[in-house]
T-cell receptor, first 114, second 115 residues
Framework: KAGVTQTPRYLIKTRGQQVTLSCSPI?????VSWYQQTPGQGLQFLFE???????NKGNFPGRFSGRQFSNSRSEMNVSTLELGDSALYLC?????????????FGPGTRLTVT | GNSVTQMEGPVTLSEEAFLTINCTYT??????LFWYVQYPGEGLQLLLK?????DKGSNKGFEATYRKETTSFHLEKGSVQVSDSAVYFC??????????????FGQGTRLTINP
């Protein structure tokens, strides 16, 4: 099976712009989660989607949003970018109703805000 | 709330040395426990898992045992290799039947193995 894919791998944006990141889960996985990784804060949970519904949300401002499509692919959007949004954004997918809750990660999108 | 605490890094060892990375957790109920590994420039890879007390997860020579009484899940390897150099994350979550899925991570431990 193909793994989790994320596009683009690298992005450079300017403060105030917005950005959309994309994630395709492993085939058959219907839950998609997003995490932000920074040197200072480590790995922080952004949100989780299942069946096109956001089931869980981390402690991030409303500038961070996401959605999931009927084929389980997901996007996250960050509006009005700030320098502090520079991070590695990781997407993870998992089975729901089976398994032990493990999540499988994509390679990440490295976002740099200048 | 739920949390995971890992030993402070970085950790530097010589090849073939014994490795232990400590991990303790705070959680209600019975979470699933994981170790993930991140190589430079990559995402996280699931290394091993355990879902109930006294379970031992193992993979690629790494092992960790779910200790409910000490709320710990320490990672061990008997003989490390240069290729084991990476950042290791301990994490917990609740299985799907216990609600929405969210991984809670420790802060990560950077491991460097010298030849």
């Amino acid at each position: 099976k193909a793994g989790v894919t994320q596009t683009p791998r690298y992005l450079i944006k300017t403060r105030g712009q917005q950005v959309t990141l994309s994630c395709s889960p492993i085939s058959g996985h219907r839950s998609v989660s997003w995490y932000q990784q920074t040197p200072g804060q480590g790995l922080q949970f952004l949100f989780e989607y299942f069946s096109e519904t956001q089931r869980n949300k981390g402690n991030f401002p409303g500038r961070f949003s996401g959605r999931q499509f009927s084929n389980s692919r997901s996007e996250m959007n960050v509006s009005t970018l700030e320098l502090g949004d520079s991070a590695l954004y990781l997407c993870a997918s998992s089975l729901v109703g089976q398994g032990t809750g493990e999540q499988y990660f994509g390679p990440g999108t490295r976002l740099t805000v200048t | 709330g739920n949390s995971v605490t890992q030993m402070e890094g970085p950790v530097t060892l010589s090849e073939e040395a014994f490795l232990t990375i400590n991990c303790t957790y705070t959680a209600t109920g019975y979470p699933s426990l994981f170790w993930y590994v991140q190589y430079p420039g990559e995402g996280l890879q699931l290394l091993l898992k355990a879902t109930k007390a006294d379970d031992k997860g193992s993979n690629k020579g790494f092992e960790a045992t779910y200790r409910k009484e000490t709320t710990s899940f320490h990672l061990e390897k008997g003989s490390v290799q240069v290729s084991d150099s990476a950042v290791y994350f301990c994490a917990l979550t609740y299985p799907p039947f216990q609600g929405a899925q969210k991984l809670v991570f420790g802060q990560g431990t950077r491991l460097t193995i010298n030849p």
